[in-house]
DNA sequence: GAGCTCATATTGTTCAACAATCCTGCAATA
DNA sequence: TATTGCAGGATTGTTGAACAATATGAGCTC
């Protein structure tokens, strides 16, 4: 009975990490890295002939990292027309910035992982996006912009609402490459992000909150007007 | 030029949805049920070969049918051994808890989903539950809570944030039969969810948000305990 | 009881096959 | 010229066989 308790104790003990990623989770990793680095841009096909060939990879297990694509909202599947690189639409970023404004706020302000340490660490993400601003080096300050948002969930210290906040960001790089990696919808929100950081370095949870609300209520708005009027 | 603003506004029209689901998403769907009710217990294993057979697909097929599910922490696959029903772990637990505190309280105060009508909606499921009390239908109470959850986490309006929340209910429901399916879990809680509806009703958003937050610790304390002193 | 060997079960992946579906190009017709 | 119908080709969805690799369990010896 001892040996039982001990034995079911250790079994949930993950002593059997999927440490080594299957062939599926390799191409899915190759695919997506392709995806979100605009590479593939949406619309692309993605034909189990073609990539399996490219990749080296048995159609079946093509199949299996598509599906895992597909799950992750990267990619569409069209029964019997084959899996493209997702579009988003307007209904998409609304969706997104409906996740965003619920959950980054909320982290901000009640998130338990919150301290002087947390605010230092967002106002080095600030700064470092400031300074690829002044090197003109738009991929950098949208790259610290995400990593802003990405950091600002973390707070929550919750492995699943992190990992939807990486398929966010992941969606969210999409969209960019819709609007053609227009530096209009990265480099003035590095004020606003810098507005948030003071508020935090205030202590003003709460103002801080409201402001994050606004903003991406404006950058929904922004990006929504962009897709109709392009 | 016009003809292909139109084919390409078209494009964006989802004409195509996958309404006929594909064999693996069936089978995931079917092991997904069993999981949930309970059929199919923490750590059982799920071989391909009998799953297979007893569903009438091919390996294939059921390998892809395992990938869904494992995306979802349904299941679990440990390389060379095989896939496991799921068995969570208190640090799941605590997970769960986390992303929970995060999500309904900031949807019970800043969803946008919010309306009298929304309100009348979680009386009647509080009301429901409360009938099955009467009925000593304990299974009828544990539906009522998950129910009041979900109508709470829809007030977002964003159909990312109800996918994630339905995967953490579905969860849920494995903990829950891990703790024996004990009523001590499920109908006592009514009245937490009681007072809540009471606050919304009386236009206190706020204390409401509040109050789900401390019975989410509240609770998860209680299931943790019972984790380690069974 | 511990350690070793061998057989078996199962997994991970590939490949071939076939039915079904969709798309494209070409010919015929109005 | 524009439209329609048809055939052929490309691709998908799924199955089943095959093989290498890995883990487990049983039996045997010390």
Redesign the interface.
């Known amino acids: 009975m001892a040996n039982r308790a001990l034995s079911e104790a250790l079994?949930?003990i993950?002593t059997?990490v999927?440490v080594?990623p299957?062939a599926?989770e390799r191409v899915a990793d190759v695919l997506r890295e392709q995806i979100v680095n605009g590479a593939l841009r949406s619309?692309t096909r993605l034909t189990e002939e073609t990539i399996g060939a490219a990749l080296g990879f048995s159609r079946?297990t093509i199949?299996?990292a598509f599906?895992?694509l597909i799950?992750e909202r990267l990619a569409a599947?069209?029964?019997n027309?084959g899996v493209f690189v997702a579009?988003p639409?307007a209904s998409d970023i609304r969706?997104?910035y409906?996740?965003r404004?619920?959950?980054e706020?909320?982290?901000l302000e009640?998130?338990?992982g919150f301290s002087h340490a947390a605010v230092a660490r967002l106002r080095e993400v600030v700064d470092a996006a400031h300074a690829c601003r002044e090197h003109e080096d738009t991929a950098g300050v949208a790259q610290g912009n995400q990593e802003f948002h990405r950091t600002v969930a973390r707070l929550?210290?919750?492995?699943?609402?992190d990992q939807?906040m990486e398929?966010?960001l992941a969606e969210m790089r999409l969209v960019f490459h819709l609007m053609g990696d227009d530096p209009g919808f990265h480099v003035p929100y590095l004020d606003r992000n810098e507005a948030i950081i003071r508020d935090l370095e205030a202590g003003d949870r709460a103002g801080a909150a409201a402001a994050l609300?606004a903003y991406l209520s404006d950058a929904e708005e922004h990006l929504l007007g962009a897709l109709h009027h392009p």
Do not use: F, K, W, Y
């Open positions: 079994r949930q993950p059997r999927s080594q299957s599926a619309g079946n199949r299996e599906a895992l799950a599947r069209e029964p027309r579009t639409t969706d997104l409906a996740t404004r619920l959950i706020p909320a982290a009640h998130g338990i929550a210290e919750s492995r699943r609402v939807l398929g966010v609300r």
